[in-house]
């Protein structure tokens, strides 16, 4: 072995240290200047072993470092056994490195187990930091844990030293946050002697971070995310730029509005003592007097428009009581509305709010809440995916470019161990492949599939390496049975069975059937169906063991446990056996919910499942880190809302509940604390943080929600991508099949093949089939894939419709983007139509282009022989693969027949009826594809669709309206029949209906005729319910929606079998839910009161029975079960979008048994159940399908070139006009006038101190509206009008000053029209009190006018430049989002109108209210607008599951129509919901995508080595104030300037004067320099040494002398190089002339005198040579 010397490992001694100080002492050289430290050599991480192994001498003993960065930094380093690296500073401040005490030290604070006793102990503090109550021998405990706390202090002092520089003790952050702690618990506990108990209880939860730094991947991970903040700034400030301005406007518009109520008015006929109390003001403030809905808690709000809420008869609306929610949620200071509008961005308990707002304000103000909810809460969540989702990428790549320079290095290592023994080299490759430092970037590595692959291999090596000797002599002895020839054979026979395709076929439909039988539980259940459960469990049980037990025997048992699925299968057989065992034993129920792991033995035979599977664990296992981190923030969170807020729960538990019982979500206790913040990081905070500011006031509640909030979630989304990212790279093409998914294939081909024979046997009729072709049959059928027959069917078919696709394109048929983009295949494609040469295609019928080329003798198309139709004379070309089939099917007498083409000759020898009817047929395609035309139907589309919104609950009592609409379904009828005769007539029947969109069309046409046919006899009036199919005609008309249908369905389709796994996840979710709580939801419910009787007073459900109020039965089950798979599918959907999971969560842990009544928390562990599901059942999932669908995204994207696949080809040119008019400067450059007052003017205005102090007047104008309140003192209210009337002066200047400076100009810049506006509203609100008062527009509406200025801030040139760095992505990709949106509105309006027709008449309850219902088509947008955001879907769910006697009425007669009862439909409900929000969630994902991969797009063009032509385009910009006379010209002097005014990439930063000169730039006459030899070399200083450099250049140039024709011309007379050479030589022989001077004129001067000129021209000379030194290398370093 290499001794370590040799590979630079040398002890730290004495001479080391004197020859290191020398080394300091002297001057640094050049390349000393630009090392770096080697990110190997970081501290915390392990010695590579290319510096060998470490002998015991070299272990805890300080070294001379290794890393040549530190070789004069006055360090050193030891490493410990593990060979992880520590280093320490040789001098300042601390004793010296060879002082035994210090020595000693060092070796303690290196060694691992210090570490590990340390983490220990902040463990077991940990556990008594969640502690409720402390032992009595707790405060021992915590006496000694600080004695240790304070060593650990001493012995990092000793050895680091006292300073605050790298390497010493106070140069560590986490060090300060030690010895901080540790200072302030010393305090608290011995010098205040327990006074401050809740500051020094909070002061010790700061030691849970302490975790952090004694893990490198946790401090790595916290690293990363810090790195990560600091790139969010910018996000932030836009952030809260945006909250406030919606703030303010918020309080404009609502301010005091949540105040209004219905108060009861007297009437004309009570006494006159209720009069006398009107006048009284505490009348208005009786609670008793406001009208409350029933089972509300606060009162009706309403408002005064007509619009708004209205009260009912006998009571008025007037501004009285408290704003709703405690007083909490309300618009009426600023601070207020600013936590409105961020809960509002985070989207919890919006539908509240919204609701609360349209009561009181009207339901216009549905546009704010729209705005808010959906574009600023929707781009907000964009912003920070997107700069996380950058900032993991590059991780990503650091990584990568890391393992590529270490596989060199392990290569050259492997080499030279080579040599030594076998077993020693084994073991080392082993350990260096194992080698990976526990930051960040090594567990991103481990997503890679190689590196997997690697980390397996290790594992497999080191149990062989573990197991000893012995073991592997017991299992060759007792685990490989070879007993006798008998059993031999045996062992094979089985073996041969147990390998048999059918034997794996058979187990899968086995567990098919046994999970079948799982989802078949429920409750009640009969006993009939108890028993075939029952007896199907033993089955399957038998089957299963049966199983195992022939592997064993067939694999032997040391055979059969090598595989992990037979470990697996053999647990589950286990499981079952233990559960028969244990059947009878009470309390072991719990036992049975293991079954679902069944459901798992489906991913050895389903290639999907188990490749996501594997993605998963890799995944977990290179993050484990990150989830770590997680986990201690979230306990830390837990701990410290523990000690804040727990005893003020119990303090001042009756604010929160009338009967002084804590409530279910408090943080009394740590287990109640966590499940808080569990709460708070799923999204839901703000009820509890009502109970909180009503316990613990509004600072300490406010401070601790937003730090659980922001940094949770920045470490959830965080996560979220990183697993996103590893899931993006799945490809069901590559995904390779085991042993078990072949075996199905071959079973399944071989009974295909017997199938196929017994037909052909049966159609032959007993003919005898060749060898040859049933041999060509078993070829055929052995190619089959198992995605034709098994689970991975839908995956694999899309890449088979992807082949055919590409078999049927053929050479002489080129198709448009649009055409390849279709729902299939346009047939016109292919076809050749002997009718008018200007026929185009007939699926992109704005595409003018000719497809085909009609009689064509050359064409080598493959044609049909028959036509479209007996009455087509349209020939459709087929693919190649449709040729085979075709040939093989067609008979014989046909295959050598002619094939009929259409050409000029045909036609004449055509018959007179034949010409007439291709005139017909020209006639229709002309009339079909004339565009006047298309304009007319999509005009009477859009006519047709918006006539559905008027068949309302009020359509009877419109009788005007109605019979329009009557008469105008028959015309649209008509019109759209025309239509389809046309282009029958035009194109053919089979062309026709084999274009996807033309068969939506067709169906369109028969629901007109249907309804049609509904409305003209009674018996079919409920066809009319399918109106709302009408619509979707949208889809086929609008080429935008087209374009978006086809990208939803390109990267959906492939998909769903990842779909179907996550499904299969719920499910096992739900079977363990119904085997956890079926029929435990019943409860006993007081009719009286609503509430649930006690269980004092009630038991179970035969106590509740002798219970009858009104004759009915009060023993009710909850809305939401798990009584059976279906209810638990349901109840986990609530629970994945956080509504109504709350009660349903409250009916779990509330449950005690079946037919007993449930009590107060009762089971509260069942919330774990919850918790799992969150993270397993939504969380995991959730990133492997989105994962799957960025992979897709990203497939076709590079399909069609690397555009933008939600957009069509005209808006791919606009999208590139408005990418050239965001780079445009701001504003048009206006010459200055001649004239002096207007030439100051111009100066003034333009000025930047000028500009400065108009943002500082808007500014100041909003913190005046941020200043306001709701019922403000009327000093206030005089001051703010007076600061207005400032304001108005102030802008009215600065637009008179401008306009001025600028005379028309003015108005030739968009920003001057907007501000001259503001300026013409601002002087009519002084007027309008003056003529007729603030009815028509309030004071309020006029402030925020004139706060609109304060867009000014997003200005490009004028505000900050990050904030136009983040607008960017979304400019960029609002075609996309403004496509995928108009999709969005078109499914709410289909949904809407069938929400019309099926719920109108629903009970109002729970969601369905008079602001959302379904009763007009503005409430029903209301509704689905709700749910798009998923926010209170379930309470319209509750009302539409009214479908009993006992919950609504059906014979209630609804006023005005002749509709009767108000019933939902629970199962049209379920459907119509759930469709909605997987269909909305869909569209919504693909909305974030597109953002998020604008961001990545944006981001990796920046860092790319290359230029695009924004960047030359932003180069002229900057050329133009250079070059004001544009002569193609700047002075030398200037070119520092300009380079520096530059953006990046060719950007160069000061001093940069050195770097220029070294460009070499020709100069012309008068020092100056021409553009394009600037923005070459800049070019060629950014490319390098890139391939494409030349040919970039010579577009350069040749592009320049195209857009220049009249290029000024030039002789360089010099370059910059040469200038600045021959100034250097100037002045060397200026000085040196000088000297020479000065020694012949003055003879007498004194010998020192001349030494120094002497030194003085020696210095001169030094400093020119080292100038062109300088100037070469960086010639060299530069070009």
């Given amino acids: 072995m290499t001794s370590p010397e040799q590979k630079g490992l040398v002890p730290f001694t004495r001479e080391s240290l004197e020859l290191m100080k020398q080394h300091i002492a002297k001057k640094h050289s050049e390349d000393q200047r630009d090392l770096k430290p080697n990110t190997d050599l970081e501290v915390g991480k392990e010695l590579p072993f290319v510096y060998g ?330 912003l920070f995916l997107g700069i996380l989702a950058m900032s993991y990428e590059e991780e990503k790549q650091k990584a990568a470019e890391k393992a590529k320079k270490i596989e060199p290095k392990f290569q050259q290592t492997s080499k030279e161990l080579q040599g030594d023994k076998a077993v020693e080299t084994k073991t080392t490759q082993i350990e260096m492949k194992k080698r990976s430092p526990t930051s960040v970037i090594t567990s991103l590595n481990m997503l890679d599939d190689a590196t997997a692959a690697i980390r397996h291999e290790e594992e497999s090596e080191k149990s062989r390496k573990r197991c000893p000797l012995c073991w592997h002599r017991f299992a060759k002895t007792f685990l490989i049975w070879n007993c006798s020839p008998c059993w031999l054979k045996l062992k094979e026979f089985l073996h041969m069975i147990i390998m048999d395709p059918f034997t ?181 905070w703000i009820e509890t943080l009502w109970d909180c500011f009503k316990i613990a006031g509004q600072f300490g509640c406010i401070s601790f929600y937003m730090m659980v909030i922001l940094i949770g979630n920045l470490l959830i989304i965080y996560l979220f991508l990183a697993l996103v990212s590893s899931f993006s790279s799945y490809n069901p093409a590559t995904t390779e099949e085991n042993e078990e998914a072949k075996n199905l294939q071959r079973a399944v081909a071989k009974i295909q093949k017997r199938i196929n024979y017994l037909i052909s046997k049966i159609l032959c009729k007993k003919q005898n089939v060749s060898k040859e072709t049933m041999d060509h049959v078993n070829a055929v059928y052995a190619k089959k894939s198992i ?37 299939i295949p346009s047939p016109s494609a292919s076809e050749t139509v002997p009718i008018a040469s200007g026929e185009s295609d007939i699926e992109n019928l704005d595409n003018k282009e000719v497809q085909s080329k009609s009689g064509d003798g050359n064409s080598k198309e493959k044609v049909k022989q028959s036509s479209s139709s007996e009455c087509s004379t349209v020939d459709i070309a087929i693919s190649e693969e449709e040729e085979m089939v075709y040939e093989r099917e067609k008979p014989k007498h046909l295959k050598n027949g002619y ?186 419910i007081d009719p009286t009161s609503g509430e649930r009787f006690p269980i004092s007073e009630v038991m179970n459900k035969s106590q509740c029975e002798s219970l009858v109020f009104n004759e009915s039965m009060p023993w009710e089950n909850a809305k939401l079960n798990f009584d059976n798979v279906g209810n638990g599918f349901l109840s986990l959907l609530q629970v994945a979008t956080f509504n109504g999971w709350i009660t349903i969560m409250n009916s779990a842990v509330d449950s005690i048994g079946v037919n007993r009544q449930p009590n107060f928390e009762e089971n509260i562990y069942m919330y774990c159940y919850f918790i799992n599901f969150i993270i397993i059942g939504l969380f995991l999932p959730l990133s492997m399908l989105i994962g799957v669908i960025i992979a897709n995204f990203n497939v076709h994207k590079i399909k069609q070139g690397g555009s933008n696949i939600f957009v069509t080809v005209k808006q791919k040119k606009q999208s590139r006009a408005l990418r050239r008019l965001l780079c445009e400067e701001s504003q048009k450059t206006i010459r200055r006038p001649g004239n002096k007052f207007q030439g100051f003017v111009f100066d003034l205005v333009t000025s930047e101190v000028f500009n400065a102090i108009i943002m500082a007047l808007i500014c100041f104008q909003a913190i005046t509206i941020m200043i306001q309140s709701d019922e403000q003192s009327q000093n206030m209210n005089i001051a703010l009008c007076w600061i207005n009337l400032v304001l108005i002066i102030l802008y009215t200047g600065e637009c008179v000053l401008k306009l001025i400076a600028f005379h028309c100009n003015y108005f030739t810049i968009g920003w001057n029209i907007f501000d001259f506006m503001v300026v013409i509203f601002s002087v009519i609100e ?11 527009v309030s004071p309020s509406i006029m402030e925020l006018i004139r706060l609109s200025r304060i867009i000014h801030i997003l200005r490009p040139g ?125 569209i919504i994902v693909n909305m974030y995508i597109v953002v998020v991969m604008e961001f990545l797009n944006i981001a990796s063009k920046k860092k790319a080595k290359t230029l695009s032509e924004d960047d030359f385009r932003k180069f002229f910009q900057v050329w133009k104030r250079f070059d004001p006379d544009r002569t193609q010209y700047i002075d030398s002097s200037r070119l520092s300037d300009f380079a520096a005014a530059l953006d990046p990439p060719l950007f160069m930063a000061k001093p940069n004067k050195g770097q220029l000169v070294a460009m070499d730039l020709p100069m012309a006459a008068g020092d100056r320099i021409h553009c394009l030899d600037i923005l070459l070399a800049l070019t060629k200083r950014v490319m390098g040494k890139d391939v494409r450099m030349e040919k970039m250049i010579s577009e350069m140039e040749s592009g320049f002398v195209l857009a220049n024709p009249f290029k000024i011309t030039y002789e360089p007379i010099t370059t910059t190089l040469k200038r600045k050479q021959e100034a250097v030589s100037a002045t060397i022989i200026q000085r040196a002339y000088k000297s020479y001077r000065l020694r012949q004129n003055d ?34 370093s530069q070009i």
Avoid at 280 to 291: A, G, H, S
Avoid at 793 to 813: G, H, I, M, P
Avoid at 1326 to 1336: D, F, K, M, Q, S
Avoid at 1451 to 1456: A, C, S, T, V
């Fill in 504 to 684: 794996d076929l058979v187990l899968t439909i086995c567990i098919i059937l046994n999970i079948c039988f799982l989802a078949l539980e429920c409750y009640p259940m009969s006993e009939e169906t108890n028993n075939v459960l029952r007896i199907g469990n033993l089955i399957f049980i038998g089957i299963f063991t049966a199983e195992m037990i022939l592997k064993i025997i067939a694999m032997h048992p040391y055979g059969y446990f090598q595989v992990g699925w037979n470990i697996f299968d053999s647990l589950i057989v286990f499981h079952g056996l233990a559960e028969l065992y244990l059947a009878n034993i009470h309390g072991v129920a719990l036992f049975r919910t293991f079954r679902v792991l069944r459901i798992f033995k489906l991913a050895k035979y389903w290639p999907t499942f188990k490749i996501l599977m594997q993605i998963l664990n890799i995944s977990l296992v290179a993050l484990k880190d990150l989830v770590l981190l997680l986990f201690t923030f979230t306990f830390f969170s837990a701990v410290v809302g523990l000690k804040l807020f727990g005893m003020s729960y119990e303090a001042c538990v009756c604010n929160i509940d009338k009967d002084c019982r804590l409530p279910r979500w408090h943080m009394h206790d740590f287990f109640h604390s966590y499940l808080n913040v569990f709460r708070i990081l799923c999204g839901e």
């Fill in 1326 to 1336: 002084l007027v309008l009190p003056i003529t007729v008062g603030y009815y028509l």
């Fill in 787 to 823: 995605s034709d027959h098994t689970l991975s069917e839908l995956s694999n078919t899309q890449e088979f419709l992807k082949d055919k696709e590409k078999s049927s394109s053929t050479e002489k048929n080129t198709m448009t983007e649009n055409e390849s983009q279709s729902l």
């Fill in 53 to 382: 192994n470490l002998s015991p001498g070299m272990v805890l003993e300080p070294l001379e470092d290794v890393d040549p960065y530190y070789k004069n930094k006055n360090t050193f380093m030891v490493l410990n056994k593990s060979r992880t690296i520590f280093r320490f500073s040789a001098t300042w401040c601390t004793l010296s490195p060879f002082n035994s005490a210090r020595r000693t030290t060092i070796k303690i604070l290196v060694h691992p187990f210090f570490r590990l006793f340390i983490l220990i102990s902040v463990l077991i503090d940990c556990i008594f930091m969640s502690m409720t109550e402390m032992p009595k021998w707790g405060p021992a405990i915590q006496n000694i844990l600080l004695g240790i706390y304070t060593f650990e202090i001493l012995v990092k002092v000793i050895a680091r030293g006292i300073w605050a520089e790298p390497f010493y003790f106070f140069g560590d952050p986490w060090n300060w946050l030690d010895f901080s702690v540790t200072l302030f618990e010393h305090i608290t506990r011995y010098l205040l002697l327990g006074s401050n108990t809740i500051i020094f209880s909070i002061s010790r939860n700061l030691r849970i971070l302490k975790i952090i730094p004694l893990n490198q991947g946790l401090k790595s991970f916290t690293g990363i995310l810090i790195h990560c903040l600091k790139k969010l700034t910018g996000v932030i400030s836009l952030t809260l730029f945006f909250l406030t301005v919606f703030s303010l406007i918020g309080m404009g518009l609502f301010m005091g509005n949540l105040k209004h109520k219905c108060l009861r008015w007297p009437q004309e006929n009570e006494t006159a003592t209720l009069h006398n109390r009107t006048e009284n003001p505490y009348y208005m403030r009786e609670t008793e007097n406001f009208y409350y809905l029933e089972g509300e808690r606060y009162a009706l709000l309403c408002g005064n428009r007509t619009d708004a809420g209205q009260c009912p008869e006998g009571y008025v609306c007037v501004k009285a009581g408290t704003n709703p929610d405690y007083g909490f949620t309300n618009f009426d200071t600023f601070g207020w509305a600013l936590l409105a509008l961020f809960r509002l961005m985070t989207q919890d308990y919006p539908e509240a709010l919204y609701h609360q707002i349209l009561y009181a304000s009207g339901k216009v103000y549905m546009i704010f809440f729209v705005v808010i909810s959906f574009w600023f809460a929707f781009y907000i969540a964009s």
């Fill in 1358 to 1482: 004028k505000g900050p430049k990050v904030f136009h760095d983040l607008l960017l992505p979304l400019m960029l990709s609002l075609p996309a989002l403004l496509n995928i949106s108009l999709l969005i509105f078109l499914v709410m309006f289909v949904y809407a109108i069938f929400g019309m027709y099926n719920f109108a008449y629903v009970k109002k309850e729970a969601g369905i209210n008079d602001v959302s219902n379904f009763e007009t088509f503005g409430s029903s947008m209301l509704c689905l607008f709700q749910v798009t955001i998923f926010a209170g879907w379930d309470g319209m769910l509750n009302a539409i599951f009214n479908s009993k006697w006992s919950d609504c009425d059906p014979d209630k007669i609804n006023p005005g129509t002749q509709v009767r009862g108000d019933c939902g439909n629970p199962f049209v409900g379920i459907i119509y919901f759930v469709s909605y929000i997987l269909i909305s969630w869909l």
């Fill in 1643 to 1676: 003879k007498n001067t004194s010998d020192i005198h001349m030494i120094d000129d002497d030194k003085e021209v020696q210095a001169t000379t030094e400093k020119a040579y080292f100038d062109k030194a300088e100037e070469k290398s960086t010639i060299q």
């Fill in 899 to 1084: 094939r009929r083409r259409s050409s000029p000759g045909q036609l004449s020898r055509a018959s007179k009826r034949g010409r007439i009817w291709q005139n017909i047929r020209k006639t229709c395609c002309k009339i079909v594809e004339n565009s006047c035309f298309k304009c007319f139907i999509g005009l009477v589309t859009l006519l047709s669709t918006g006539a559905l919104a008027f068949e309302d609950i009020y359509i009877d009592q419109r009788k005007t309206i109605k019979i329009l609409l009557e008469y105008a379904d028959m015309i649209f009828t008509y019109i759209f029949i025309l239509e389809m005769l046309l282009k029958w007539m035009a194109y053919g029947f089979k062309a026709y209906f084999t274009n996807g969109w033309y068969k939506l069309d067709f169906m369109v046409v028969l629901v007109f005729c249907l309804s049609l046919i509904g409305k003209s006899r009674e018996e079919f009036k409920p066809l009319t319910s399918i109106k709302f199919l009408r619509a979707l005609r949208v889809l086929s008309q609008f080429e935008r929606m087209k374009v978006v249908v086809r990208a939803l369905i390109a990267t959906t389709l492939p998909a769903l079998n990842v779909f179907l796994v996550c499904l299969l996840i719920w499910l096992a979710f739900s079977i363990m839910g119904v085997h956890l709580f079926a029929g435990k939801f019943y409860e006993c």
